[in-house]
Each structure stands twice: as C-alpha cells, then as structure tokens.
C-alpha cells in the first residue's frame, strides 16, 4: 500500500535473474515498518499480561503477506496506469521494466493473496477461537478489507491511492486495526485507551508514505496520480508531516502518562532525535530525489520507537 524504500530506479532492469527481478517487487525493506503495528498491538498485550505466541507468529506473518501483496499490487497498478515514466525517482518497478511479466506478477499476486488467506484464517482460529460466530466474523471481514485496501491502492477503475486517500487508508489499516487488533487477538478485550498508540503508528506510517508522495511529487503530478501531496502542494505537505510526526509522539506520550507506573514507559522517547531530524530534512528539502534515503530513515525510526517501547513496557513490567 505505501512504502517505497530506496533501491535503484535506474539501470537495465530487463538483465535481472528472475529471482533477483522478484526479490526487487518484494520489496523486503518495507516489512520493518509493517511489523511495527503487530509489534506494537504485542507489546501492548504484554502490558496486559495477555501476550500469546501463536498470535505473535501469525499476526507477523499475515502483515507480512499483506505488505507484499500491496508491494507487487503496486507495482502492477502503476504499470497499468502507466505512472512509471522514465525520470522516476523511486525504486525501479518490474513489471513497467519487463524483468517481469504482467500475467507473472497477477499470478504472484493471487499466491500471496492465498497465503495471507490463510496466515489470517490461522490467526483468528487462536485469536478468537475455532467456532464461527460475531467476533470471528468481524476479524474475517477486516481480514478482506485489509486484501482489498492492499490491491485497490493503486489498481482498478479508481484506486484510493490516485484521488488522495492513501493516507487515511494507511492510519486505518496500519495503525487503528494493525495495532488495535492484534491487541484484541493476544487479550481477548479491547480498551478505547489502545486507540492512542494505535494512532501513532498510523500516524507514522502515514508519514512515511507523505514522504514518499512528496518525492515523486512531480512524476505523480504529470501523470495524473492525484496524492495528497499534489492535492496540498509541498509547502502544506512539508507541514502536513510535521503535524503527523508531532501528534503521534503526543498520543503515546498521553497512553504513557494515563497508565504511568515507572520512568521506563518513556523509553521510547529516546528516539525523538530520529523523528527530529526527519523533521528537518523533510522542512528544508528542495530537491525531491534526496528525500529518496530519508524513506527508509524514518521507516526504521518507526521501528526503533516501537522497539524501545517495548523494552519500556518488558522493564515496567511488575
């Protein structure tokens, strides 16, 4: 759905093994910002002393088959809408470069979609149990959701991701039912407290993909990819990623202070000075192409607070 890491866009992209050609469309440098969400739904679980291993794993590996599948989606849908025109800063698409077919990428796309089928099936069976009824419904459904929102980024008639609502999809998927419901399979409840550190990875990963758009602002401009970005202009989307980057700290730093038991909760604002400098290199950047390293920066900043969350909560633990 949204995170496009530095790789290199240019080059005889045609000379590449088919699994090196597959490797690249993978896209594996997107997944650490990914797992952030079931990372940090499972760290909120073992707040709760209601952590579950097999949730773990699956929640794991279904958002990691979820990534995937919006990375080959992508890389498909942009080929068919014809964005990818030479010039392009981003990591070089497969399909647009013949290093892999179209019908070979619809193939990959539907084995994928089948095994995030059933990495999802497997997670609500030791989530919420084997017998049919609301609660397994409900998590069937955002499991369908999350396949399509994946897909529908950037392929169909109208995919959300060209008319401005990738971020919004991204805060949804990635922070509110990423987070919140892998809290809900691991605990078996839901609290509203758990809406604020689920904003916040939403809130960042939205960051990351606002980073994203506002370096292919041009390319998506001319071919008619109307992101958020394109909508606000780069002034107010420099602005737009200061806000997301600010609020998301202030939520989790409010979840820390309502249930504050210690000073280790706050570990995870040792990683301000990453988000810092994001900060200022998004507010004084003037040429697009050098925001491309800054992708995977503040992808791994959002890992890094995620994990220095977690230690906060391992070393609050009583």
Do not use: C
């Not at 090196?20 to 650490?32: G, Y």
């Not at 929640?59 to 599948?69: N, R, S, V």
């Not at 990428?105 to 919420?128: D, H, P, Q």
């Not at 990423?178 to 409840?189: C, D, E, I, P, S």
Request: a positive charge; aromatic letters at 12%; proline letters at 3%.
């Amino acid at each position: 759905m949204m995170i496009s890491n530095t790789e290199k866009s240019s080059g005889d992209t045609k000379k590449i093994n088919p699994i090196m050609a597959w490797l690249h469309a993978l896209r594996l440098r997107t997944l650490p910002l990914a797992l952030s969400s079931t990372l940090l739904g499972s760290f909120l679980a073992v707040a709760e002393g209601a952590f579950r291993w097999p949730v773990f794993i699956l929640a794991g590996l279904t958002t990691t088959f979820l990534q995937i599948l919006s990375n080959l989606a992508n890389d498909y849908g942009d080929y068919t809408k014809g964005t990818d025109k030479e010039g392009r800063i981003g990591p070089a698409r497969m399909v647009t470069s013949g290093a892999i077919s179209p019908k070979a990428m619809v193939n990959g796309i539907l084995v994928v979609i089948a095994l995030a089928l059933i990495s999802g099936l497997l997670l609500i069976y030791f989530g919420v149990g084997k017998k049919i009824g609301l609660k397994q419904l409900i998590f069937f459904v955002l499991g369908i959701l999350s396949i399509v929102a994946a897909i529908k980024y950037t392929v169909g008639k109208k995919p959300y991701g060209y008319h401005g609502y990738g971020d919004l999809f991204v805060f949804i998927f990635f922070g509110l039912v990423g987070v919140g419901g892998t809290f809900y399979l691991h605990a078996g409840f839901f609290k509203a407290s758990i809406l604020l550190p689920s904003a916040t990875i939403g809130l960042l990963s939205a960051g990351v993909l606002n980073l994203n758009n506002l370096r292919d602002y041009f390319t998506d401009k001319s071919s008619g990819k109307h992101t958020l970005v394109v909508i606000l202009g780069t002034r107010r989307a420099k602005m737009y990623h200061f806000l997301l980057i600010t609020i998301a700290f202030i939520l989790t730093f409010v979840y820390s202070l309502l249930f504050f038991r210690n000073v280790y909760q706050l570990l995870f604002l040792l990683s301000i000075p990453l988000f810092i400098n994001d900060i200022k290199t998004v507010l004084n950047n003037s040429t697009p192409a050098d925001l491309n390293p800054e992708l995977k920066r503040l992808a791994m900043a959002t890992l890094v607070f995620t994990l220095t969350y977690g230690l906060g909560v391992y070393f609050s633990l009583p």
